[in-house]
């Protein structure tokens, strides 16, 4: 049982040192991969990561999981929640189970999407 735990924490650990250099080399697309997935979960009520990545242009060269790191900051900010998981409509991804996300605060989610996008139109001014 623990070699179980520890590829676990291993796992973890290098999924985060990841999502990390993603967050500071790639920031305005981690910002843009929140702006979605927060407008997302207000138009449709609930949001996965296929319907972010189905809207978003991922550069060559960057795993479709990266999309993972804006939920991740969101739900730790209390901003969405997970509720249920579904199959993945990707291929690749070979019918895995996706997490299903909801606003769980309807109001910082509101002023987090609007400063999001705040700073995208400011960076693309």
Known sequence: MEIVQNDRREGERARDEA?????????????????????LAFDLGEVSADEVRGRLTIPAGIKPAFVGCAF??????????????RQTNRAVAHARPLRVWVL????????ELRELEAQSKAEND
């Open 19 to 39: 999502l990390d250099l993603l967050r500071l080399h790639r920031h305005a697309l981690v910002r843009e991969t929140k702006r979605l997935a927060l407008r």
């Open 72 to 85: 991740k900051d969101l739900a730790a900010r209390g901003l969405i929640r997970s509720t249920k998981f």
């Open 104 to 111: 769980a605060d309807a109001h910082g989610a509101a002023d």
